[in-house]
Nanobody, 119 residues
Framework: QVQLVESGGGLVQAGGSLRLSCATS????????MAWFRQAPGKERAFVAL????????YYADSVKGRFTISRDNAKNSVYLQMNSLRSEDTAVYYC????????????WGQGTQVTVSS
């Protein structure tokens, strides 16, 4: 059973930074594409960032480009999201997700961690 556990959320002032972590267990982390999504109150869950399983490619939503950085540590089976220059509109529950390279959808999800940005 693959498990994903996020941590690092919290309350931060606008312009501040947070680093989210997602620790995985029970699966072959090195083979998964890892992503972060977020869901703001009253909105659908939205893609934030992706790290290709090879570690060579990353992708970002336009709204976070230049402010957020996704990274992974295959030795620790973990993926991270460094969030800088936070804005009130970044307030959301952030979810970590894992997708097998052959899958068209994300196979595993974490429980989420709350990020609140005060203006």
């Amino acid at each position: 059973q693959v498990q994903l556990v996020e941590s690092g959320g919290g309350l931060v002032q606008a312009g501040g930074s947070l680093r989210l972590s997602c620790a995985t267990s029970g699966g072959n982390f090195n083979s998964y594409n890892m992503a972060w999504f977020r869901q703001a109150p009253g909105k659908e869950r939205a893609f934030v960032a992706l790290s290709h399983w090879s570690g060579h490619s990353t992708y970002y939503a336009d709204s976070v480009k230049g402010r957020f950085t996704i990274s992974r540590d295959n030795a620790k089976n973990s993926v991270y999201l460094q969030m800088n220059s936070l804005r009130s509109e970044d307030t959301a529950v952030y979810y970590c997700a894992a997708r097998k390279p052959t899958s068209s959808q994300y196979n595993y999800w974490g429980q989420g961690t709350q990020v609140t940005v005060s203006s």
